[in-house]
């Protein structure tokens, strides 16, 4: 089984988890804290940095498979972005330019990666990360001093939603709300069927309810919720909480609950004792029932936390090694010259016996390759003679062409109307109908789609409108449009200096009785025979 080590990388302490995976089974292992000594400058912490981690190298003894670290959210940038489903092969392409203009940084001297959220036939979300080279590369310099390779760099909040494959009950529609609170910052990961849709790391975390600050931090939190609802999503139904908060639930899952208005509960991190991912969801979580033990680790003992609120403080460094059994693409900021090499160098030294193996394999592919078009061509040749045996005896007209043979079927050919009874310029006038003239509307883009032969299509309007009522008004007039369907009100976003409101609407064209005109043609005795 592989060893891989998720590692949370804290103001105050690194904490680690270390996990087996075997076939996407993954089973908890080790739980790992090492203080960090306080430090007021960059060179203090970066000496308290290094000799945390090589205490905790000296911890796991025998290095891991693989070791997967997340940079800082605060220095990075997460944001949903909405594509055409035509641009899903072109995505490391077009992401650049879509986050050009809403970035704190120049996108060149910038790291990008995405992972897919969904995909429908016309629109492709996906959950795109972009974070300073330079910084990326100083993570990677101070890990490595300590002889740490990481094999993926996860992003802020993002990486929470490894948790997934820890905890059934992260799997469902939610959407599901993981907080994860630490000595200085927050991590918001809302699931939505298992899938991350929104991720914001915030300053601020249990030194601010030390202070007395509990209403900055409640402000802080509302703030990210408010922000995940003008995107356009519903309510999360559940919140789950993690991180050092953790340690105080009593007092914090109330003031929690009553912050964000919704239902909350610890993480539930499974502990050794059994499988990751198989309790049934609405189970108890391991350990729950002994809320009173202290849960404390000796450095360099295999031990686990008994109490729940112990295991939820190692939520993100579990989430980070849970990662490894995600399925597809995840986000991953070791790209281009950062990417890591450690498997390539691997394979280039068994290059030799990897070539000796693969010719066997690609002789039999192309033999089979080759026998299968010998088949084929036999069957071809034989459906080819029946049907114009068949064409001769039924039509007196021999043909060996599908086309031709289903034209004297059907006594003629089906000639389409060329001229479209709704075209994109009826659109565009629809489309100004459809805003009054006492609206003070500033069209953003428009995009109108007809194909001339279906006569369907689908339009898309972004604009900018005083407010939400005003956006219902322009949707209510689309659905009063006969060629008008399927209307599907995007999110929204305040404009301009908080002035006024972005909206997106979206609607398909098919107006009724619009159906391709046919007419009969005379059959010719004349065929051409084939």
């Not at 392409?93 to 809403?102: I, Q």
């Amino acid at each position: 089984m592989a060893r891989i080590l998720g590692l949370d990388i804290g103001r105050s302490a690194i904490r680690a988890v270390l996990v087996r995976t075997s076939m996407r089974h993954v089973e908890m292992d080790r739980f790992i804290e090492v203080p960090l000594a306080p430090a007021t400058d960059p060179q203090g912490r970066a000496e308290a940095l290094a000799a945390g981690l090589a205490e905790l190298v000296a911890i796991v003894a025998r290095p891991a498979d693989e070791v997967i670290v997340a940079l800082d959210g605060r220095e990075g940038s997460l944001r949903v972005v909405e594509l055409p489903a035509g641009a899903a092969k072109r995505i490391g392409e077009v992401l650049p330019f879509e986050l050009n203009d809403v970035l704190p940084f120049e996108i060149t001297d910038a790291v990008v990666d995405h992972q897919p959220i969904d995909k429908t036939d016309t629109l492709l979300r996906v959950l795109a990360a972009a974070a300073p080279r330079a910084r990326v590369e100083t993570l990677l310099a101070e890990l490595k001093a300590s002889a740490i390779d990481p094999k993926e760099v996860a992003v802020g909040a993002a990486a929470l939603d490894g948790l997934r494959h820890l905890v059934p009950e992260l799997n469902a529609p939610g959407p599901l709300m993981l907080v994860s609170i630490g000595v200085d910052r927050t991590d918001v990961c809302v699931l939505e069927k298992g899938a991350c849709t929104f991720a914001r790391t915030t300053d601020g975390g249990v030194e601010l309810l030390s202070r007395g600050q509990q209403v900055q931090l409640a402000s802080s939190l509302k703030r990210t919720l408010a922000a995940y609802r003008a995107a356009g999503h519903p309510p999360p139904s559940r919140a789950y909480l993690g991180g050092d908060a953790a340690m105080h639930a009593d007092s914090m899952l109330p003031w929690l609950q009553e912050t964000l208005g919704v239902e909350a509960s610890l993480v539930a991190v499974p502990d050794r004792r059994e499988p990751a991912g198989k309790r049934k969801p609405g189970a108890p979580a391991p350990g729950a029932s002994d809320e009173s033990a202290e849960g404390e680790l000796t450095l360099g003992a295999p031990a686990i936390p008994s109490a729940s609120h112990d295991r939820a403080k190692f939520a993100f460094a579990a989430a980070l090694a849970a990662r490894v059994a995600s399925r597809g693409k995840r986000l991953d900021l070791r790209q281009g010259p950062l990417a890591y090499t450690k498997a390539m160098g691997t394979l280039r030294s068994q290059g030799k016996r990897i070539a000796i193996a693969a010719a066997p394999v690609l002789v039999a592919f192309l033999f089979a390759t080759w026998a299968r078009h010998a088949v084929l061509d036999d069957e071809r040749e034989r459906l080819e003679t029946q049907l114009a045996e068949v064409t001769r005896e039924v039509f007196d007209e021999e043909t060996r062409d599908p086309a031709a043979a289903r034209a004297l079927l059907e006594g003629g050919r089906r000639i389409a109307d060329p001229i479209p009874k709704f075209t994109a310029w009826d659109a565009l006038d629809a489309i100004s109908a459809a805003i009054p003239q006492e609206i003070q509307h500033d069209a953003r883009r428009l995009t109108i789609e007809i194909d001339d032969e279906s006569r369907e299509g689908r339009i898309e309007l972004q604009g900018l409108v005083a407010s939400l009522a005003e956006r219902d008004t322009i949707a209510a007039n689309f659905e009063a449009h006969p060629c008008f369907d399927e209307i599907k009100p995007g999110p929204t976003s305040p404009g301009p200096n908080n002035t006024g409101l972005n909206y997106r609407l979206e609607a398909t064209v098919h107006c009724p009785g619009d159906e391709p005109i046919v007419a009969p043609d005379e059959r010719r005795s004349s065929r051409s025979r084939n």
